[in-house]
C-alpha cells in the first residue's frame, strides 16, 4: 500500500504507473535474455575450449605413440646388431691370431667398434626416452644425434686411424705367411659375411619401415631422415659387408703372389672404408644437432593445407625445425580472413538479444563496456580457430609436436 501511495505521488496517476511498471517488465526482461545469451556463449566457449584441450591431449597420446614405434624399431635394429658384431668380432680376433693377417686384424676391431658404438646408440634410445622438466622442457629426443656422433667420431679416431697405422706399419715391416692358414681365414671371412649380410638385410628391412613411418622416401631418409639410429646401424653393416671383401681380396691376393703387401693394402683399403663411413655418421648427425628445418616438401604440404583453410587469408614466415627424430617445431605467422572469423562469431549469438543490448546503451561508459565485451568475445573465437589449426596439423603430422602459429 505504501509503495502504490508512492508510485501515484511520483507518476500522478494509476495509468501512468501500470506504463512505467511495464517498461521496467520489459527491461528487466531484456536484461535477462542478454544475460541467457551471454551465459550461452560463455558455456559453449567452454565446452569448445574443453573439446579442443581433449583433442590434444588425444593428439600428444598418439604422438608419444608415434615416437615408441620409432624407438621400438631402432632398439631392434641395434640390439640385433650387437649380437651379430659381438658373434663376429669373436671370429675374427680368432682368425687372427691363427694367421697372423693384417686385414683379419682391421676387420677383429671394425666389429669390436661396430659393437661399441652400437651400445652408445642403444644407450641413446634409452636416454631419449626421460621425461622433459624445467631444464629441458622440450625433451630428450636430440640425445640420439648426441651419441650417434659420439659413435661417428670413435669409428673415425679408433677403428679408421688405427686399421690404417696397422696397414702402412705392415707395408714398412712385412711378416705375413699365409699358406698353412689361408682355409681359416677364408671359412671365417665366409661365416662372417654371412652374418653381417643378415645384419644388413634386417637393418635395412627396418629402415624401409622408418621411412614410411616418417612419410618420405627411402633415399631422402637415408640422407636427411629424422631418425639416426638404424641410418647408423645400416651405414656400420655397409662398411662391415664390404669390408669383408675387401679383407678377402687382400689375403687372397697375398696368398696367391705370396707378397704381403696386398693384405697391408686390404688393412688400408677397411680403415678408409671406415673413415668415409665416420664422415658421413659425423655429418649427417651434426647437421641435426645444429639444426635443420623439416622436409621441403611435407612443410609445403602443411602451409597448403592452412592456405586452405577457410579462415586464412595467408600464411607467411614460415619456420621449422627438427627438435629430434619424432620431433618438429613448426612456427609461422597467419593472417586471418576476419569476415570469417566474425561470421563463426555471430553464429554462436543471438544477434536480436545482442541489438536489443546494443539499443539500450545511453551513456559512453555503457558503450566502452559494450565494446569491451564484445572485442572480447572475438579475442576467444580467435583464439579457438588458432587451436583449431594447431590441432589439424599435429593430427594430420604426427611428428609435429610443437605449432606456434602468430597473427598478423
Known amino acids: 500500500e505504501l509503495v502504490v501511495k508512492r508510485a501515484l505521488k511520483k507518476y500522478k496517476t494509476r495509468l501512468n504507473v501500470s506504463a512505467q511498471s511495464k517498461k521496467y517488465v520489459r527491461a528487466e526482461q531484456e536484461e535477462e535474455d542478454i544475460g541467457d545469451a551471454l551465459r550461452n556463449l560463455l558455456k559453449m566457449l567452454y565446452k569448445e575450449k574443453k573439446s579442443i584441450k581433449h583433442q590434444k591431449r588425444t593428439d600428444f597420446q598418439e604422438n608419444e605413440e608415434h615416437k615408441r614405434r620409432q624407438i621400438v624399431s631402432s632398439l631392434k635394429v641395434v640390439s640385433f646388431s650387437i649380437g651379430t658384431n659381438l658373434a663376429v668380432a669373436v671370429l675374427k680376433f680368432g682368425s687372427y691370431f691363427h694367421t697372423g693377417s693384417a686385414s683379419m686384424l682391421s676387420e677383429a676391431i671394425h666389429s669390436v667398434i661396430d659393437t661399441m658404438n652400437q651400445m652408445f646408440l642403444a644407450f641413446g634410445l634409452i636416454y631419449s626416452l626421460k621425461k622433459p622438466h624445467s631444464d629441458h622442457p622440450y625433451g630428450f629426443d636430440k640425445a640420439r644425434y648426441v651419441y650417434a656422433l659420439i659413435s661417428g667420431v670413435s669409428i673415425f679416431e679408433i677403428g679408421a686411424v688405427y686399421t690404417i697405422v696397422h696397414g702402412v706399419s705392415q707395408l714398412q715391416n712385412p711378416s705375413l705367411s699365409l699358406d698353412h692358414?689361408?682355409?681359416?681365414?677364408?671359412?671365417?671371412?665366409?661365416?662372417?659375411?654371412?652374418?653381417?649380410?643378415?645384419?644388413?638385410?634386417?637393418?635395412?628391412?627396418?629402415?624401409?619401415?622408418?621411412?614410411?613411418?616418417?612419410?618420405?622416401?627411402?633415399?631422402?631418409?637415408?640422407?636427411?631422415?629424422?631418425?639416426?639410429?638404424?641410418?647408423?646401424?645400416?651405414?656400420?653393416?655397409?662398411?662391415?659387408?664390404?669390408?669383408?671383401?675387401?679383407?678377402?681380396?687382400?689375403?687372397?691376393?697375398?696368398?696367391?703372389?705370396?707378397?704381403?703387401?696386398?693384405?697391408?693394402?686390404?688393412?688400408?683399403?677397411?680403415?678408409?672404408?671406415?673413415?668415409?663411413?665416420?664422415?658421413?655418421?659425423?655429418?649427417?648427425?651434426?647437421?641435426?644437432?645444429?639444426?635443420?628445418?623439416?622436409?621441403?616438401?611435407?612443410?609445403?604440404?602443411?602451409?597448403?593445407?592452412?592456405?586452405?583453410?577457410?579462415?586464412?587469408?595467408?600464411?607467411?614466415?614460415?619456420?621449422?625445425?627438427?627438435?629430434?627424430?619424432?620431433?618438429?617445431?613448426?612456427k609461422a605467422e597467419i593472417f586471418f580472413n576476419t569476415d570469417v572469423i566474425t561470421k563463426k562469431y555471430l553464429d554462436t549469438i543471438d544477434t536480436a538479444s545482442l541489438l536489443k543490448e546494443a539499443q539500450s546503451l545511453q551513456t559512453n561508459a555503457d558503450m566502452e563496456n559494450f565494446m569491451m565485451e564484445q572485442n572480447q568475445r572475438m579475442v576467444d573465437t580467435l583464439a579457438l580457430e588458432v587451436d583449431r589449426l594447431e590441432f589439424l596439423i599435429k593430427r594430420k603430422y604426427p611428428e609435429i609436436r610443437h605449432v606456434d602459429l602468430e597473427l598478423l
Open 181 to 330: 692358414s689361408l682355409s681359416t681365414a677364408y671359412a671365417v671371412l665366409l661365416i662372417t659375411a654371412m652374418i653381417e649380410g643378415w645384419s644388413l638385410s634386417f637393418a635395412y628391412k627396418q629402415a624401409k619401415i622408418q621411412s614410411r613411418l616418417e612419410g618420405v622416401s627411402f633415399l631422402h631418409y637415408i640422407f636427411k631422415g629424422y631418425e639416426p639410429n638404424t641410418i647408423a646401424v645400416l651405414a656400420e653393416d655397409i662398411a662391415a659387408t664390404l669390408g669383408v671383401l675387401i679383407a678377402g681380396t687382400g689375403i687372397g691376393l697375398s696368398a696367391y703372389t705370396g707378397n704381403p703387401m696386398y693384405d697391408a693394402l686390404g688393412s688400408i683399403g677397411v680403415g678408409t672404408l671406415l673413415g668415409g663411413m665416420a664422415v658421413f655418421i659425423i655429418l649427417r648427425n651434426k647437421d641435426a644437432l645444429i639444426g635443420r628445418s623439416m622436409n621441403s616438401i611435407k612443410q609445403k604440404t602443411v602451409v597448403g593445407m592452412l592456405e586452405r583453410d577457410e579462415s586464412v587469408l595467408s600464411v607467411n614466415d614460415v619456420k621449422t625445425m627438427v627438435e629430434g627424430p619424432s620431433y618438429v617445431r613448426f
